[in-house]
């Protein structure tokens, strides 16, 4: 059966975005496998598939599916592509997306968009870890990346500070973190190089996906991880390998603020 679907990304981190409000669409993890597939199928980093709210303050639910078919509850910069698309769709100057893990709020900055991705989770019990631990430094070492800060954004993020991200392994390091027997749900994996109280180079492996271009969540997960280290300050720049990120982790109500870029790519028709 041929599906309409349209690709974009965010700084790089790519998606293939299906609408299933008028017409019900379900994907077994084998298909989501297939149409990732940068050589056979479509190739995503994630799969994001437009449904009905499920709640009338809300004007779609989002389910997001990892290039390895799993479910996840977030996507950053899904989310910016998804409220960019929607707002010139409905013509609403803000657009609030549902997701198993939130409930998130799009807007344009200009060209730009700006997603309200609710409040940092930074309890143990919320990230989720197999053990009682402090989340601001993990017992967790893996050749040259030592005891990270943890962060949920709507998913797990271990965020590790080094002296330059250019000199890491990723490849090699991210997938043993990812699997880490501390994250009973596995989690995604960022390094990041304090460049100055506003500025943080980041990359990152993703859970389902490996090394990406750039991920919203985990932008965010820095930004909140830098604060609480006490390097940086609650407004930064996150410089990743596909482009910047402006984040704010606010005070008054401990909501993280995320801008950036979302471009569509093409529209297409793929045989499921």
């Not at 460049?195 to 750039?214: D, F």
């Not at 596909?242 to 984040?247: A, E, M, P, S």
Request: aromatic share 6%; proline share 5%; with cysteine.
């Amino acid at each position: 059966m041929a599906k309409n679907f349209i690709k974009m990304h965010g700084l790089g981190n790519d998606f293939a975005i299906f609408d299933s409000r008028k017409e019900s669409l379900h994907f077994s993890p084998d298909q989501i496998r297939k149409l990732a597939n940068r050589h056979f199928g479509i190739g995503f980093d994630q799969m994001v598939v437009i449904d009905t709210p499920k709640s009338p303050e809300s004007d779609v639910f989002l389910r997001i599916y990892n290039a390895d078919g799993s479910e996840v509850g977030a996507c950053g910069n899904a989310t910016r592509c998804v409220g960019k698309l929607l707002m010139a769709e409905l013509k609403k100057p803000e657009i609030v997306l549902e997701t198993s893990a939130a409930r998130l709020t799009a807007k344009m900055a200009g060209d730009l968009v700006c997603v309200d991705m609710s409040k940092a989770k930074l309890r143990h019990e919320e990230i989720p870890l197999s053990n009682e631990e402090k989340t601001e430094s993990l017992p967790i070492n893996e050749g040259v990346l030592k005891y990270p800060v943890a962060v949920n954004m709507g998913n797990p993020h271990a965020v590790f500070f080094v002296d330059d991200v250019a000199m890491v392994p990723l490849e090699f390091l991210g997938p043993k973190i990812e699997s880490h027997p501390l994250f009973p749900e596995h989690t995604n994996v960022e390094i990041a190089q304090v460049l100055s109280p506003t500025k943080i180079r980041m990359r990152v492996w993703e859970r389902g996906a490996g090394i990406t271009q750039a991920c919203g969540t985990g932008a965010c997960a820095t930004a909140v991880a830098g604060v609480r280290r006490g390097l940086t300050e609650r407004k930064v720049t996150i410089v990743l390998d596909g482009g910047t990120l402006d984040i704010e982790w606010r005070e008054s109500d401990g909501h993280v603020l995320m801008t950036g870029d979302a471009v569509e790519v093409y529209r297409g028709t793929v045989e499921i």
